[in-house]
């Protein structure tokens, strides 16, 4: 039976044992447990605080030695991390105590755990939840970098229960603002970031504690630095703050950028013999530009077993690399990765190329740094790196976490001897090795033919072409980069071009040398003076061809980024948020999962378009394209793969790490107690390495060329268009139409014929002058009237001589008829005259003017159309009519005709004028009698009529 709400109080008073006291004791005691548990973390927290004191980092054998949470510890086991590295044995102690950290590590060491293991037990010692919002904040320099964060924070840190959000560009704004605030750590890229700061009005980094910068060096440099202050101008100081990187800086003017406290500087291999990792044998080729491709394809061929990635100067050339050698077919998988591309085509290659067991990748300086593809063999530097700190990046891709590996730089002759200066003063131990040059499987041949057949591929050829000379030409250490020593006509061969595109930017560096050179020397040498001259009028001359050419190249790069805001567009379209909470891993997997099927679906139609790399993929890997596709559609196989792989390389090389034991150095970098070393690349940072780059992900050439296009753009304002069109005296969207002979035709018609100083009048006032303006008008459809009028008279002039002419041959007919008859009746007729008709020589009046019609009659003809008219008579008194009809039928009554009723009575004057003149003509002509037989007719009907 139901009780109700009284029983139930009854039953309280009472003290009655029931079923609602029982319930209360259950709630008593889960309190209690809760709080029971609010205790052991509690607890555990103070126990592991009070363990910091004891840390020993030599001591540390395990992950468990550190003083880490039970969920950390957790999310390690269940990502298979056992043993710390050295930079994680040291950087975590540190860390988890509060300490700032610059953090400095060989690649491959381990730095990504160094810095997420404090980050999860800083939020846990506060007891972070989702209500208190943003807690940490990792910043990466590129998107693939902070995905792959992100991956490894959702392993480490599936059983805390704190949110995480991937930040980045190329995804919807909209729903990242929607997620952000309740977002714990995120992890983001500069730029992104930014943008949420200054546009999501519920997004506040007010209460951060925790902030990373993974590969600080590239991050505080300048490509970012705009960014980066106005990023740290948002956040609060009262932070903990952490640097990693391979090639750390130590730069005062950075550190004090970010306000760090008492840093402590944990170098892990500063005192190792090398800069680079000991498992990593690196070697360099010196060869020629123009035997760059085929050397590349030739090693490729040599290497089909292999995983491979190489590294280009541009996105331009990995574009055209990535296109020509598909056609050529390799026998492996070829892949690109540029920044050009969209987001969700380079998380699927990024996917791809981590998963595949034998493939190339080309790429720009985006996978330089951080990225941790898994068991690359080779990592083959075709062009030449920026510096040293970018050549140890590029080649830390392979020789990862105690696996082998091997970096193989081409450097052009005239870059070897300084390049290889700037190496050795790194600690990179990089020894020559020579190539047989005839051994070479020369492309060229290839390349041009493919070139010919493929306009598109001819076009990407020649931009690539730009773009490698651009970027040299960009590069800050000239004593490296020399482009003017470039053979560029065998460059342009070598890419399969016939002849090499021109190159504007040179043309004038060499006009700027030559003018410096000059006014070094002076122009007394006369040969020298006149070369100079030629230079200087060639580049004149060609600036002033471009000049001319400049429209058609505008509109041409208008075309082109309008085609790649397309493709940006598309990739906004695609969501790639992954926010969830680490315990929910699973979502977030088959958002990846989904992405990749998408992106496999649209790259195997892209190849089907592409004929040749489609007939590749199937000849040599297209069964490993298949169980590709097959891994991204089951939907959990993802990490279950990636661990199994990691864990084999722990395994691997775990009795390894003693070695590196002695390499560690730790220094307080307290502003009273530690001396900065000021970075000898100090100078290096506070001066632009390429100039006019303002980017978030790399510096390739793209951007520098996109920022050209825009300033071009900016002079095709509409101001510059109106000015150019009223220079050139062009009337905008005025249709001319030409007649056979070329000549204008003039519609009048179409044509305003309103007096010119009725439009004065109005210039002249300014404004819109409604009374003028009816006046204009009314006087634009008067002239249409008249014109109209001239039209149908002319019309009717020629109906009427037709006509005539007609019956004039009617009547020369009945002419000779009669006289035939006159000569017949003469014969035939004699005796018979009483009975004929006296008037019969006259002829019928009705055949000559039709027969005459009653006054209804006539009013009914008038209303009949135009052609009627010829039938009907009076003739002057017919065309009145339809002249009035006509009128009426035009809508222009008298009284309407505004003071034109002057000049419609003139021109009906006019008109009856010539109308009486017509029909004079037509009597005088009509009878086709002469005169006296006319006159004798006209004396009969007189008679008659009296
Ligand atoms: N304690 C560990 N035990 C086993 N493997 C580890 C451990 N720490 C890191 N690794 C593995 O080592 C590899 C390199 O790690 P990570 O990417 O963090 O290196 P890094 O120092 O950040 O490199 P880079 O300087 O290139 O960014 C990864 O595959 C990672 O899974």
């Known amino acids: 039976m139901k009780q109700t709400a009284r029983g139930r109080r009854n039953n309280f008073k009472k003290g009655n044992t029931y079923s609602g006291n029982k319930g209360k004791a259950q709630k008593k005691q889960l309190y209690q447990s809760k709080k029971k548990a609010w205790q052991i973390v509690d607890e555990e927290i103070v126990s592991l605080k009070a363990r910091y004191d004891q840390i020993n980092s030599s001591e540390i054998k395990n992950f468990t ?24 044995r040291e950087a975590i102690g540190l860390a988890i105590q509060g300490n700032d950290i610059l953090g400095a590590a060989k690649t491959g060491s381990g730095k990504t755990l160094a810095f997420l293991i404090p980050v999860l037990e800083h939020l846990y010692q506060l007891k972070w939840s989702q209500l208190d919002g943003l807690g940490a904040l990792i910043i990466s320099p590129t998107r693939e970098l902070a995905y792959q964060i992100f991956e490894v924070l959702r392993k480490i840190g599936r059983f805390h229960d704190f949110s995480a ?22 992890i983001c890229t500069p730029g992104r970031l930014l943008q949420h700061m200054d546009e999501t009005a519920c997004f506040t980094a007010d209460s951060l504690k925790i902030l990373v910068l993974d590969e600080a060096d590239r991050i505080l440099d300048l490509g970012f630095a705009q960014t980066m202050n106005a990023i740290i101008e948002n956040l609060p100081s009262e932070r903990q703050t952490l640097l990693f990187s391979a090639t750390q800086t130590r730069s005062v003017k950075d550190l004090a950028r970010l306000s760090l406290k008492n840093p402590m500087y944990v170098s892990v291999h500063e005192n190792a ?28 061929k040599n290497h089909l077993k292999s995983k491979v990635l190489v590294f280009l100067m541009s996105c331009k050339q990995v574009r055209y690399v990535h296109e020509a050698f598909c056609r050529l077919r390799p026998g492996i998988p070829v892949l690109a990765l540029h920044g ?21 990748l080309f790429a720009t300086d985006i996978a330089a740094r951080g990225l941790d593809f898994p068991a690359v063999n080779w990592v083959l530097q075709l062009d030449c790196p920026e510096d040293a700190n970018t050549y140890i990046h590029r080649a830390g891709r392979t020789a990862r976490y105690e696996t082998d590996g091997e970096a193989l730089l081409l450097l052009l002759p005239s870059e070897e001897e300084a390049m290889i200066e700037q190496l050795k003063a790194k600690k990179i131990p990089i020894d020559k090795i020579k190539v047989n040059s005839k051994k070479l499987q020369s492309i060229q041949p290839k390349l041009e033919a493919n070139c010919a057949a493929d306009p598109s591929l001819k076009e990407m050829a020649q931009r690539a072409f730009v773009s490698y000379l651009r970027s040299v030409f960009l590069m800050s250490n000239k004593a490296i980069f020399k482009v003017l020593d470039l053979n560029i006509e065998e460059f342009a061969r070598s890419l399969g071009l016939a002849v090499a595109p021109k190159v504007r930017f040179l043309k004038r560096e060499q006009k700027r040398i030559a003018d410096k050179e000059a006014n070094k020397n002076g122009t007394r040498d006369s040969e020298r003076g006149s070369k100079l001259k030629r230079i200087h009028s060639d580049c004149e001359k060609e600036d002033e061809e471009e000049e001319e050419n400049e429209e058609e190249v505008t509109d041409f790069e208008t075309g082109s980024q309008s085609e790649h805001s397309e493709s940006d567009s598309e990739s906004e379209s695609e969501n790639v948020w992954v926010t969830q909470g680490l315990t929910g891993a699973k979502k977030c997997q088959n958002i990846t999962t989904k992405l990749k099927q998408k992106e496999n679906v649209k790259q195997l139609s892209d190849s089907t378009k592409r004929k040749g790399s489609f007939v590749q993929e199937s000849d040599s890997d297209f069964s490993e394209d298949a169980s ?77 060329e996109d920022q050209h296009k825009r300033d071009k753009q900016k002079a095709l304002t509409k101001a510059a268009i109106a000015k150019k069109v009223q220079k050139k005296n062009l009337k905008v969207n005025k249709k001319v139409v030409f007649d056979e002979e070329g000549e204008a035709i003039h519609d009048r018609l179409k044509t ?72 017949g009746n003469e014969v035939v007729l004699e005796g018979e005259e009483s009975e004929v008709n006296p008037l019969d020589f006259i002829p ?21 159309s135009m052609d009627d008219e010829e039938n009907q008579e009076p003739y002057a008194k017919k065309r009145k009519i339809s002249r009035h009809e006509k009128d009426n039928d035009e809508g222009m009554s008298e009284e309407e005709n505004f003071d034109g009723k002057t000049a419609v009575s003139e021109v009906e004057e006019e008109d009856s004028d ?18 006296q037989t006319d006159e004798a007719i006209a004396l009969r009907l007189l008679q008659g009529k009296r």
């Open 340 to 360: 050009g591309m969209n987001q969700l085509k380079r998380v699927a290659v990024y996917n791809q190329f981590v998963w595949k067991q034998h493939s190339v």
């Open 628 to 704: 590709d596709s097959d891994v991204d559609d089951s939907d959990t196989s993802d990490s279950g793969h990636f661990q199994e792989f990691r864990t084999s390389k722990i395994t691997a090389g775990s009795n390894k790490l003693d070695a590196r034991k002695d390499d560690v150095s730790i220094q307080k970098m307290g502003t009273g107690t530690f001396k900065f070393d000021v970075d000898e690349d100090e100078e290096e940072l506070f001066t632009v390495k390429k100039r006019n780059v303002d980017i978030e992900s790399e510096t390739d050439d793209s951007q520098v």
């Open 752 to 823: 305003p014929q309103a007096s010119k100083n009725i439009v004065g009048d109005e210039e002249a006032v300014g404004g819109i002058d409604i009374e003028m303006a009816r006046r204009r008008m009314k006087e634009e459809d008067w002239v249409d009237k008249q014109l109209f009028r001239e039209k149908i008279k002319k019309k009717h002039k020629e109906e009427r001589l037709k006509k005539k002419e007609e019956r004039r041959a009617k009547m020369q007919q009945n002419r000779a008829d009669e006289q035939e008859e006159d000569e």
């Open 273 to 300: 013999q090398h800069s680079t990792p000991t498992n990593l044998e690196q070697s360099y080729v010196v060869c020629e530009l123009h035997e760059k491709l085929s050397f590349l394809w030739s090693f490729i």
């Open 165 to 186: 959000g991937l930040v980045i560009g190329g995804k919807k704004l909209q729903e990242e603002s929607e997620r952000i605030h309740r977002t714990n750590i995120v």
């Open 65 to 88: 030695d550190i003083p880490l949470s039970k969920k950390t510890l957790d999310g390690l086991k269940y990502a298979k991390y056992e043993t710390p590295t050295d930079i994680q």
């Open 844 to 864: 019928d009046p009705d055949e000559i003017y039709g027969p005459e019609k009653s006054g209804d009659e006539l009013s009914e003809a008038s209303e009949n």
């Open 914 to 931: 010539e109308d009486l003149n017509d029909i004079e003509e037509d009597l005088m002509e009509d009878t086709g009698l002469d005169l």
